[in-house]
């Protein structure tokens, strides 16, 4: 697969929770090595979305292809098998194991040690332990800048350092596809530069170039980073286009500051 | 409790090195000393008293074994874990008293060990068939399903049926001699208590390697937060019931291990409250840790048989004591886990780990 091919693609996906239509038709398609960023007011459906893609949720209709392959009805295990990374709104580390551990379980599907080989330990599994220890500390510690934290629990550390872990721990799987949900929210200036700053290696980086598909409310940094940017709005796709396009769209300024007519009464 | 501190002076050179189960070269020093304390020093000049509280403490920590996979390492609470302990120990006992060895067989005294084998089996999917609800439940429903184990387990299917082969009625004994490992007859309290000290060390260990490797990790990432788990990779479904099948093959292990001590087998022996004992020994020695589970261990047995002696010197001053020292015995278990739960609810083995950082960090403990 070569750059500019379709990586992701949705067709036509609908969600409904009871009568509420969270997704009502939307199709995207995210080209390989770009970074496609998902915006929207708040409710608009984004986190649904991808939570749709990684297979949290089941869409009712409408089908889901990754590297051109039907995803609709993979587990989430199974689609993170196949190169499907995310990071969450609200940070979901493991808050009892150490930064280590959590990026060592996302090597997950790249180990191999079962019960029995576990158990004794000695041989394969050291082997294959110090082998991805190489791999973590020299990949994703050295890029995340993480060194001081790798023997602290994540439970205990800021909010700021645990979205660099989950980062880190979405990394070590090694995606072809990196959900990254809101990674911004709740950093403060210098966290957000950081962050930025990582979202372009991983995506730019010779030796990682992920595709990314960033949901991300902080503008500037949307505008900055993104190739392609999708709005959302009540379940239904907006406009998809560049940055440029995007930000002199009519209904776009209409999904987020509202009529202007409103605004004329209110003054 | 992952995090830990290293003795001042040492610093690791390369990964082998901070993979290492032992660390520093005192590390290993205290672990030959132990070693040597546990298959030399104590059988040797210990009582056959002591021997049997022993033999009691090792019962303990392999039965906790399980419990602390399961609940401290995978999240999953089970009230039910003496039903698959009970499984192995009939499994065991059947497999001994009812099957046509081969005369070899016999001569060498391969069938014990080997029935322990098949017990450690048979209870892990056991355990298995019971740990299914947990693929759709979580938390208080699970203990439920796991109560239900113990109920349909021990007071139906052993009591009703299992006690009934092969017309012994309720008790199975086990005669002299059948009990044989090798060229030794397990008959008394020393035998025993190396059996038990073989056991408990190679149980410990598997336990100490799993929660380290690969399997491991993923219990925790499962106990810590599920649905992260099952985003990065790990199946679920399959990662609890290989939870199931461990902690029951630990528990047919433990059971088949009861069977050469007591000679003796009735459903009596495993009851809920045994299950929930077994949850207060992790709870007292610290939950998600393994020296957690010998520490509880031997804390809750210590702690009984020195109540059991202190009645007994009591009773000869008030005698209606010994008639209720079951109930002395009960409340002192529900009374040590509150205080544990207010003053220490990380168990001994935290107050352990806070010992240990602070001399490997003295004199510069900042």
């Given amino acids: 697969m070569t750059e500019g091919d379709v990586l992701l693609e949705l067709d036509d996906v609908h969600m409904y929770f009871g009568r509420v239509a969270a997704l009502a038709g ?32 089941h869409p009712q209709r409408g089908r889901i292809f990754f590297k051109g392959e039907d995803i609709t009805r993979l587990k989430p295990y199974a689609r993170a098998k196949l190169g499907i990374a995310r990071t969450f709104q609200k940070v979901e580390v493991f808050g009892g194991m150490t930064v280590l551990d959590n990026i060592r379980l996302g090597r997950h599907i790249h180990l191999k040690s079962g019960i029995l080989s576990g158990a004794i330990y000695l041989g394969k599994t050291a082997r294959e332990e110090i082998e991805h220890r190489e791999f973590i500390e020299e990949e994703i510690i050295d890029l995340l800048e993480i060194e001081h934290i790798r023997n602290k629990p994540v439970g205990m550390l800021p909010y700021g350092l645990q979205k660099r872990v989950e980062l880190g721990r979405a990394l070590a799987l090694e995606p072809e596809l990196l959900i990254l949900d809101e990674p911004l929210a709740g950093l403060n200036l210098e966290e957000v530069e950081d962050m930025a700053r990582f979202i372009l290696d991983i995506n730019e980086e010779e030796r990682w170039k992920v595709t990314c598909l960033l949901v991300e409310h902080d503008m500037g940094v949307v505008m900055d980073l993104s190739d392609h940017v999708f709005v959302l709005n009540f379940g239904l796709k907006v406009v998809d286009g560049t940055p440029g396009e995007v930000q002199n769209n009519p209904e776009v300024i209409k999904a987020y500051l509202g009529e202007e007519d409103i605004y004329a009464t209110r003054k | 409790m992952s995090a830990k501190f290293l003795p001042c002076g040492v610093y690791h050179e390369d990964y082998k090195h901070d993979h290492a189960f032992w660390q520093t070269k005192f590390v290993k020093g205290k672990m030959i000393l132990l070693f040597l304390l546990t298959f030399v020093f104590i059988p040797m000049s210990a009582g056959s008293y002591w021997l049997s509280v022993c033999n009691q403490i090792g019962y303990t920590v392999l039965c906790a074994l399980g419990v602390q996979l399961l609940i401290g390492y995978t999240g999953l609470i089970t009230l039910g874990h003496a039903a698959f302990v009970a499984v192995g120990a009939y499994t065991s006992t059947l497999l001994v008293l009812q099957f046509h060895w081969p005369q070899f067989f016999l001569d060498w005294g391969l069938a014990y060990p080997f029935s322990i084998i098949v017990a450690g089996l048979t209870a892990g999917l056991w355990s298995v068939l019971f740990g299914l609800p947990s693929a759709k439940v979580k938390g208080f429903y699970l203990i439920l399903t796991t109560m239900a184990a113990q109920f349909i387990t021990v007071d139906f299917i052993l009591t009703q049926y299992v006690s009934q082969i092969g017309g012994r009625g309720q008790a199975f004994s086990l005669p002299p001699g059948t009990i ?58 399959w990662y609890k019931l290989l939870a199931f099948f461990v902690a029951g093959f630990m528990a047919g292990i433990a059971g088949a291990f009861w069977v050469s001590n007591t000679a003796a087998l009735s459903p009596e022996h495993f009851t809920w409250s045994w299950s929930l004992w077994l949850v207060g020994v992790i709870l007292i020695g610290g939950v998600g840790s393994v020296d957690g589970i010998i520490f509880g261990s031997i804390f809750m047995v210590l702690v009984m048989e020195l109540l059991q002696m202190a009645t007994i010197y009591l009773g000869d001053f008030f005698p209606q004591l010994m008639m209720k020292f079951l109930y002395v015995k009960e409340s002192a278990f529900g009374l040590a886990i509150c205080a544990f739960l207010i003053y220490e609810p990380r168990g001994l083995s935290y107050r352990w780990w806070q010992i240990k950082n602070y001399f490997n960090l003295w004199p510069f403990s900042y």
């Fill in chain 2, 180 to 237: 044989k490992i090798g060229p030794w007859i397990i008959d008394d309290e020393v035998k025993v208590y190396y059996l038990m000290a073989v056991l408990v060390t190679l149980m410990v260990f598997a336990l100490a390697n799993l929660v380290r490797s690969r399997p491991g990790r993923a219990w925790i990432a499962i106990r810590d937060n599920d649905i992260s788990a099952e985003v990065m990779g790990i199946n679920i479904v």
């Fill in chain 1, 26 to 57: 939307v199709s995207l398609e995210v080209k390989k090595g770009e970074i496609h960023s998902v915006i929207g007011p708040n409710g608009a459906g984004k986190t649904v979305m991808m939570n749709c893609i990684n297979g949290l949720y």
